[in-house]
């Protein structure tokens, strides 16, 4: 396993790589997470992939100067990675809010895609996202500016959450990923991303539709953060995509995904 540098114009990528497989696999971790998330799956891809797992902007070792990131800027990282490995076709693989990613570049990288991974996948009905979605920028950028020192708001969401107004999820959401300047900077960098990393579902389903390409989608049944109705509705009935249920939370990454992507490589 692998740590592989590359400078970008907004700063400087970090990326892992492991696997000595012909076919190159980009694959982007959650929100919070980091590249190394995805080392549990190294037996399971290695054999037929070369595995570049991304530390995207305000996560892991990456470095990135601007407030926020667009698809255009994720995109760029992309071509690089394709550039150093010699590749024009590659395959995509999404955790979580990495998911929400990769969907929303289907229009743009479809034509260069061999398969598409995705897990748990967000950008399509995640509880509590169709709020941060609609928020106006303007609101964003201002929240961000007088949460700089945030006590004031921990007090009132722990009075939102004693008078049963603020949803367990969401308090627990913002109280960790607010109280620190890093983490303050992470959340909202990503939150005033998500205008530029926004695909309907039903343009999602035509690309797959249009374009067959071969996707997988692994799903927790015991997931409290996906509306599992709307996930069946875009993803099952195309015969170009698999659904797998696990009998797992939303955290999908970890031994018992391995070994269920190993089975489906040996079948």
């Excluded at 400087?12 to 995805?38: V, Y």
């Excluded at 708001?153 to 367990?168: A, C, R, V, W």
């Excluded at 627990?172 to 992470?186: A, G, I, P, V, Y």
């Amino acid at each position: 396993m692998q740590s592989i540098f590359f400078d970008h114009p907004h700063g400087r990528i970090h990326t892992l790589r492991f696997g000595q497989g012909s076919k190159l696999l980009i694959a982007l971790h959650g929100f919070g997470d980091r590249a190394r998330m995805f080392a549990v799956l190294e037996e399971a891809l290695g054999k037929n992939y070369t595995v570049v797992a991304v530390d995207w902007p305000f996560h892991g070792q990456t470095e990135w100067t601007k407030e926020t990131f667009t698809k255009e800027d994720l995109l760029g990282i992309i071509r690089q990675i394709l550039l150093k490995h010699d590749k024009e076709r590659f395959c995509l693989m999404g955790f979580s809010f990495g998911g929400r990613l990769s969907q929303a570049m289907l229009p743009e990288l479809a034509g260069q895609l061999d398969k598409l991974y995705l897990f748990s996948p967000d950008g399509v009905k995640t509880k509590g996202m169709t709020m941060a979605v609609h928020t106006p920028m303007w609101l964003r950028r201002f929240l961000f500016r007088i949460l700089q020192k945030p006590d004031w708001f921990f007090s009132l969401l722990n009075f939102g959450k004693k008078i049963g107004l603020m949803p367990p999820l969401i308090h627990h959401f913002l109280t960790n990923n607010l109280n620190r300047s890093e983490r303050l900077e992470r959340t909202f960098g990503c939150w005033l991303a998500t205008d530029s990393f926004y695909l309907r579902r039903r343009d999602i389903k035509t690309v797959l539709q249009k374009t067959g390409l071969p996707t997988d989608v692994y799903i927790g049944l015991h997931d409290r953060f996906l509306h599992q109705k709307e996930l069946k509705r875009l993803y099952e009935g195309l015969p170009n995509v698999r659904v797998f249920w696990l009998e797992e939370g939303h955290r999908l990454v970890g031994e018992a995904l391995a070994a269920e992507i190993l089975a489906k490589v040996k079948e």
